[in-house]
């Protein structure tokens, strides 16, 4: 399954180029044309599903086995000295390509840009805490 006007759809076809660390039958991860951090990547898998709502949990439990082998080979060759896997869901969360992808960040100490991922705190009650914890138990 593709969509024809998506530009990770068209990477994974060979239509835009990319820099590719790794493809096989399901997935293709290439490097963010955009990146955060020397070695940023992206881990895509090549059905087009929009979101975390939308993907197929089996390939999303591979793709997540494929994240840590790649964390781990990414760490080993770059030497980076640590690693962040972020995976943004809607516009208000931060998604820009409305096809799933796994961000692999290599962190680096004192990198120019450590404040990536970093936000401001919400604080709330022990009352509004309690609510919300009985909101969501599952
Ligand atoms: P999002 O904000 O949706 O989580 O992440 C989308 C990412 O895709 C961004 O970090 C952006 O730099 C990257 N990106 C967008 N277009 C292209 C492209 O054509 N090629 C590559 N390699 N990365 C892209
Ligand atoms: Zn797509």
Known sequence: MRDE???????IEGKIPSN???EDEEFKVILDISPASKGHALLLPKEHYADIYEIDEELLGRAMKLAKKLAIHMTEVLGCDGFNILQNNHEVAGQTVFHFHMHLIPRYQNAKNDDILMWNHESFTAEEFAEIRDALKL
């Open 20 to 22: 590719t660390i790794y």
């Open 5 to 11: 006007n998506c530009v990770f759809c068209k990477i």
